[in-house]
T-cell receptor, first 113, second 116 residues
Framework: KAGVTQTPRYLIKTRGQQVTLSCSPISGHRSVSWYQQTPGQGLQFLFEYFSETQRNKGNFPGRFSGRQFSNSRSEMNVSTLELGDSALYLC????????????FGSGTRLTVV | QKEVEQNSGPLSVPEGAIASLNCTYSDRVSQSFFWYRQYSGKSPELIMSIYSNGDKEDGRFTAQLNKASQYVSLLIRDSQPSDSATYLCAVNVYSSNSNSGYALNFGKGTSLLVTP
């Protein structure tokens, strides 16, 4: 079966711009979680969506937002980009909410210049 | 902040040896524990989960959990060069921001190098 698909794979943006990342979970998986990975901080939880509703949120500023569609696909948006937002953004798919046996996508590498 | 602590390494073991990776966590109500493996330039993949005290074996991997000591470990027997990767410990922690009450926190990972 198809895995978790994240697009785009790479992005270069300028400070102050906004960006939207996309994630399509494994077919049948209804929960999508987003993580930010940096060398210094490791994997940090952004948010979890289940049945089109945000069910859990990490400690990130309001510039980070997301949504989930009826087909379980999810997008995350970062507005007013800062240099510190440069990171690998990983989407994780699971069958149900708070099922932490994740399958991760390949990630989107965001570079802010 | 609910901490998940791992030694960053690198942990270097010879091929065929046992690699022992350790993790401690701070949230006493944690119930679910996971080990993910991440190869350089790749995304994490789940290799083990454990929920009860004691040992859980899956092939060459054994996860060990001691909730009283808030300690979880991963043993890799007969280590192979292909096991060289970063191993991430993940623990569910209580989260007031969560509908379910829990979120998953990751440690920063231990880098394992298996030398031929």
């Amino acid at each position: 079966k198809a895995g978790v698909t994240q697009t785009p794979r790479y992005l270069i943006k300028t400070r102050g711009q906004q960006v939207t990342l996309s994630c399509s979970p494994i077919s049948g998986h209804r929960s999508v979680s987003w993580y930010q990975q940096t060398p210094g901080q490791g994997l940090q939880f952004l948010f979890e969506y289940f049945s089109e509703t945000q069910r859990n949120k990490g400690n990130f500023p309001g510039r980070f937002s997301g949504r989930q569609f009826s087909n379980s696909r999810s997008e995350m948006n970062v507005s007013t980009l800062e240099l510190g937002d440069s990171a690998l953004y990983l989407c994780a798919s699971s069958l149900v909410m708070s099922d932490f046996g994740y399958t991760f996508g390949s990630g989107t590498r965001l570079t802010v210049v | 902040q609910k901490e998940v602590e791992q030694n960053s390494g690198p942990l270097s073991v010879p091929e065929g040896a046992i690699a022992s990776l350790n993790c401690t966590y701070s949230d006493r109500v944690s119930q679910s524990f996971f080990w993910y493996r991440q190869y350089s330039g790749k995304s994490p993949e789940l290799i083990m989960s454990i929920y009860s005290n004691g040992d859980k074996e899956d092939g060459r991997f054994t996860a060990q959990l001691n909730k009283a000591s808030q300690y979880v470990s991963l043993l890799i027997r007969d280590s192979q060069p292909s096991d060289s990767a970063t191993y991430l410990c993940a623990v569910n922690v209580y989260s007031s921001n969560s509908n379910s009450g829990y979120a998953l926190n990751f440690g920063k990972g231990t880098s394992l190098l298996v030398t031929p």
